[in-house]
C-alpha cells in the first residue's frame, strides 16, 4: 500500500478518536461496511477521494488537512500553478490532483482527474457519495456511467449529476482522460 495512504490513514484515525466517533459511526456515516473502513484506517485498503472528502465533512476539518496533515490558511484566495497540485493518489483507475488544498473554508473540492486506459471490455468500477459533482473534460475521450446510461464526453464537454447516483468513468482510444472534477 502507498505511503500516502498509510498517513491519510493515522490521520483520519487519530481524528476519529479524538471525535469521539466510533469506526462503526463512521462507517455508516459514509456508507461503507465497519470491516472495509477498519482496513482503511490500518492502510490496508484505499477508499475513494469522494469518501475521504465524506469522512472530512464528518470530522469537522477540511479535506487537506487529511491529505497533507496541514489545516488550509489561505481564506481570500489560492493560487495553485500547473501541475503543482497536491497529489491525492488515491485508487489506481484515478489520479487526483487537488487544486484548492490551501483555501480554507471551502464550499466545494476541486480537482484534476486523470483516468488511465484500461482494456478493452472491463467495466468501471462505480462510485456514489452524497452531493453533486460537475466533471469538465479537458483532453482526451472518456465515457461515463451514469443512471443506467453511458456518455461519451470530449474536450469542452462537461456534465453536472447528482453524485448519490452510481457513476464511474472509462478512458476511450487507449489514451488517458483528463478531467476538472468539482465536487460539492
Known amino acids: 500500500m502507498h505511503n500516502g495512504i498509510k498517513e491519510i490513514a493515522i490521520r483520519v484515525k487519530e481524528l476519529r478518536e479524538l471525535n469521539e466517533i466510533s469506526a462503526a459511526e ?3 456515516a459514509i456508507d461503507m461496511s465497519e470491516q472495509l473502513y477498519l482496513a ?3 492502510g490496508q485498503e484505499d477508499i475513494s477521494a469522494s469518501s ?15 491529505l497533507t496533515g496541514d489545516m488550509p490558511r489561505m481564506s481570500s484566495f489560492s493560487v495553485t500553478r500547473k ?10 483507475q484515478y489520479q487526483y490532483q487537488a487544486l484548492a488544498a490551501n483555501f480554507t473554508n471551502k464550499k466545494a473540492e476541486p480537482f484534476v482527474v486523470t483516468v488511465q486506459p484500461k482494456p478493452e471490455g472491463v467495466q468501471p468500477s462505480l462510485n456514489q ?3 453533486q459533482e460537475m466533471n469538465y473534460m479537458l483532453e ?3 465515457k461515463i456511467f451514469i443512471c443506467g446510461n453511458e456518455l461519451v464526453l470530449e ?7 447528482d453524485s448519490s447516483n452510481p457513476h464511474g468513468m472509462l478512458a476511450m482510444d487507449g489514451k488517458a482522460a483528463k ?3 468539482i465536487i460539492m
Request: charged share 25%; hydrophobic share 50%.
Open 140 to 142: 482526451g475521450r472518456m
Open 179 to 181: 478531467f476538472i472534477a
Open 40 to 42: 482503511f484506517e490500518a
Open 155 to 161: 474536450e469542452g464537454d462537461s456534465i453536472f449529476y
Open 129 to 131: 457519495h452524497p452531493g
Open 83 to 92: 501541475g503543482k497540485g497536491v497529489a491525492v493518489e488515491r485508487r489506481r
Open 52 to 66: 475521504l472528502y465524506e469522512v472530512a465533512q464528518k470530522l469537522g476539518v477540511d479535506l487537506a488537512l487529511l
Open 26 to 28: 463512521m462507517a455508516a
